[in-house]
């Protein structure tokens, strides 16, 4: 057709024919978008899916470590509270035990004192036989002196 037979033709008819191209064109880029936003659209979809069952997973990884704290925190006060317990239990002993040493120190002192109090009065009384014996020594060593013991011994 030539611009002269366009010209002479009805103008609404060529607004509708218009109309109808450019629908038609509008038609083929939407089904030509639709085609290529299909597999787009399949991505993002895989991809939603993906950072769903991420989430999933960091929610039971979240949920297991806050068990494992739990269960941490729970065993590290058992184990505190069992060492406090024979701390307390060894202490108790040793306390026992320095008691009962001192009781058999203090014991064994008070009779070694006991005994050298004995060993005293023993020295004093073998101080006073020395001195005693020493005496009648110097009597008996004189001739006078013994003759004169001899006569008061004869006497009695």
Known sequence: MTLAELQTLDPRLVTLAAVGLLALIALLVWRSAAR???PLADTLMRLD????????????????LRL???TQVTAQARTQETMERRLE??????????HGTAT?????L??????LL???RAQSNIEKLSGDVLGLQDILSNKQARGAFG???LEA
Do not use: F, K, Y
Not at 49 to 57: F, K, P, S, Y
Not at 89 to 98: C, F, H, K, N, S
Not at 104 to 108: E, F, G, N, V
Not at 110 to 115: I, P
């Open 68 to 70: 494992v704290s739990d």
């Open 110 to 115: 008070g009779e070694l004192q006991e005994r």
């Open 36 to 38: 290529a936003t299909r």
């Open 118 to 120: 004995s060993i005293d």
């Open 89 to 98: 239990e060894v202490q108790r002993g040793m306390a026992d035990t320095l």
């Open 104 to 108: 058999r120190t203090a014991r064994t």
């Open 151 to 153: 006569e008061i011994q």
């Open 49 to 64: 899916a993906a950072v769903t069952r991420l989430d999933q997973g960091q929610n039971q990884l979240a949920g297991g």
